[in-house]
């Protein structure tokens, strides 16, 4: 069931670039990611689960890229990819964090680094952040603004002041994740990209749609005035 809402997704929204979080998949073989994808035009990088936990996929459209190399850590999977007829190099992370402080800002600073490392260009950070940048992004169980959240918030936008990438505002509804009961609801999930992502592709606007089989809504970027899909 899962498998094929994800490949209907693909299908429909012409996605030329999937990023899933916590897949638990220790192994992710061809034909897993052939069924998720819905053909035979992909390519595909993981960072396995461990145990029933956590877990990393990132497809996306072989006949209109060539990989140049991935790399891969505690909490996202990154690809360099040569992308179109132009060989636009691009950098895609797909991230997914833990939950508590001290991990996230190990991941944050370790996301920097790499943006530093391999220099400007085109980027993208998408994926399930596990921290909001405003109180007003979080509501109901655990919504107070504590001193732990403000020190929270406080970090991730020194982070994505530091990564030096635009938080593309969500289309469609504010709030990504839900809890269960309906209670709570909060935007973890969020897309960054970097100013030479927008000025190769054109403006990018970021649809959060219903959610399905999780508890948290699919994200689907488009980018420039012209319909290139997702």
Excluded at 98 to 123: E, H, M, P, S
Excluded at 154 to 167: I, Q
Aim: hydrophobic share 45%.
């Amino acid at each position: 069931m899962k498998r094929k809402v994800i490949k209907d997704l693909v299908l429909d929204q012409r996605v030329d670039f999937l990023a899933i979080q916590e897949s638990k998949f220790v192994v992710v073989t061809e034909s897993l990611c052939r069924g998720l994808w819905g053909g035979d035009d992909f390519d595909w990088a993981f960072l396995p689960s461990v145990g029933n936990s956590g877990g990393i996929i990132s497809i996306w459209r072989k006949s209109k890229s060539n990989l140049l190399f991935s790399f891969v850590g505690e909490g996202f999977v990154g690809v360099c990819l040569e992308w179109g007829s132009n060989k636009d190099r691009c950098f895609a992370v797909n991230i997914y964090s833990k939950c508590d402080l001290v991990a996230k800002q190990i991941l944050w600073a370790n996301l920097v680094l790499l943006k530093y490392t391999f220099g400007d260009g085109k980027w993208c950070m998408v994926g399930d952040f596990n921290a909001v940048s405003h109180a007003d992004e979080r509501r109901g169980v655990n919504s107070e603004t504590s001193s732990a959240m403000v020190l929270e918030i406080n970090f991730f936008n020194s982070f994505m002041l530091d990564v030096d990438l635009f938080d593309v505002n969500p289309l469609g509804q504010k709030f990504t994740w839900y809890h269960a009961s309906g209670l709570a609801m909060s935007r973890i999930d969020r897309v960054l990209i970097s100013d030479g992502w927008t000025r190769c592709w054109g403006m990018a606007t970021l649809w959060v749609l219903p959610r399905k089989i999780s508890d948290h809504c699919p994200l689907v970027l488009k980018s420039g005035n012209t319909d290139w899909g997702p």
